[in-house]
């Protein structure tokens, strides 16, 4: 059977890879048991994946309504919010959950205004990277306007930590993260990825299969291998522009003659 090369199924792709790492010949089936292995294999190997940012091709965002904190005392609202499938930022989408992020890629938050204007302003959120930066504010449970955020990727559900806190029903916090791949797959699920994925997968896979099974490296596959993330790392690339900490910037130098600085 050809292999079908828009919307090819798991047991498409596994058949194809036992196939070109030689562990089965042309036109065979695999047993159950090499199938089985190689779904395990499939699902690791995205797994990975899910935590390369130049392997995900997309961000997404997702928000929550300033929430009260756990004593439901009017405006005081929320240190810790959880992050995940159903958390408080849900990353439950369309009946699939996935995992929770492992990192924070950025930050804001927008202020409610009720019947206020429409183009209302969003404030980005500067990103602290260890519990250890956390550690060193002094009054965690300050309640004003938001300017940092701290993510601890705790497991099964992250947590966000906005600091200052802001007051509950006031603000829209937002996140940013990567758009998990196909997570958990079983053998008559399609790979809904961009086309680009098939070859990697594929190439990737069998590499993996051959070391799985002992047989020696093929230079040509790692090769391919290779190739066909490069390809994937082109597309997926995003660059943010420098962003220099205010402390190193030089202030402007005052010129007497124009009564200004530059």
């Known amino acids: 059977m050809a292999f079908p090369v828009d919307s090819p199924t798991v047991q498409d792709m596994l058949t194809l890879c036992l196939q070109d790492a030689g562990i089965i010949g042309l036109g065979q089936q695999a047993v159950p048991a090499d199938s089985t292995n190689a779904l395990a294999r499939l699902n690791w190997m995205l797994a990975g994946w899910r935590h390369q940012r130049w392997l995900c091709y997309n961000l997404v965002n997702k928000s929550v309504v ?8 009017g405006l005081v609202g929320k240190q810790i919010y959880t992050v995940g499938p159903g958390g408080d930022f849900n990353t439950t989408v369309a009946g699939t959950s996935y995992q929770r992020p492992d990192r924070i890629e950025f930050a804001f938050f927008r ?15 500067e990103i602290l990277t260890s519990w250890e930066d956390y550690n060193r504010i002094g009054i965690k449970k300050l309640g004003t306007f938001p300017t940092t955020a701290f993510y601890s990727n705790d497991f099964p559900l992250g947590s966000f930590y906005p600091w200052p806190i802001p007051q509950a029903g006031l ?15 079983t053998f008559t699920d399609d790979l809904m990825l961009p086309e680009e994925y098939f070859n990697a997968i594929h190439w990737n896979l069998a590499v993996i299969l051959r070391s799985a099974y002992d047989l020696p490296p093929k230079p040509g596959d790692i090769a391919f291998a290779k190739n066909s ?3 994937i790392r082109g597309a997926n690339s995003q660059i ?17 003659y124009s009564d200004n600085f530059r």
Do not use: H, M
């Open 229 to 231: 993330l490069n390809i």
């Open 171 to 185: 603000y829209e916090l937002f996140i940013t993260i990567k758009e998990q791949l196909t997570g958990s797959l």
């Open 240 to 256: 943010t522009r420098l962003q220099l900490p205010g402390e190193l910037l030089r202030p402007g130098i005052y010129n007497p």
């Open 66 to 73: 300033t929430l009260p904190d756990n004593t439901g005392s």
């Open 111 to 125: 202020q409610i205004v009720p019947n206020g204007p429409t183009q209302q302003t969003d404030y980005p959120l």
